[in-house]
């Protein structure tokens, strides 16, 4: 099960996500944001981390020249878009992706993840009209996309790795791994002292809650 801790704005709190067993890092790239991050923090806070800790660039409708600016200057391993961008745009960078998908009624992500064959996996996240992420709610587990079985990951069927994110605590993350099955979860606000500001003694308790 891998974790993704996001959202994170300063050195000591990115290697605290480290110790504690975070496979991934994200630094978002949207300025709305309360986790925002400037290209010249980012690439401080990866020029500090130890090897093999995948960096995720988190971004919402961007402009071409914002992602290739922040491209530049930060040595990005993951992209991740949050917003309505097509396949062509997500796939022009050059770097491996994931596509976000909000979960609102009716809604089914694996018909819509068809429209992203490049993606390396696909994070579901709570749909907040007007909010891209971020916004610390939960939706329906139930709604999750099954697991495929091992005889479905050899055969020719399309599969998909699913991101579990949105609203996830180290109170709730247990169930939700049990009801979900998820390639991977993904936290932000769940292990935060303050907007942008993460607690390690938290973080520490979401890995722990994972890996059980």
Known sequence: MRIKVCGLTQVDDALAAVKAGADALGFVFYPPSPRAVTPEQAAEIIQQLPPFVVSVGLFV????????????????DLL?????????????FGRPYIKALRMKPEFNPEQAAANWPSARGFLLDTYTPGIPGGTGEVFDWQRFPSSESPRDKLSSKKS???????????ANVAQAIQITQPYAVDVSGGVESSRGIKCPTKIHAFVKAVRS
Do not use: M
């Open 61 to 76: 409708n961007p402009e071409a020249e914002w992602v290739n600016e922040v491209l530049k200057q930060v040595p990005l």
């Open 80 to 92: 991740q878009f949050h917003g309505d961008e097509p396949e062509a745009f997500c796939q022009s």
């Open 160 to 170: 998909y790795n699913w991101i579990l994110a949105g609203g996830l605590t180290p």
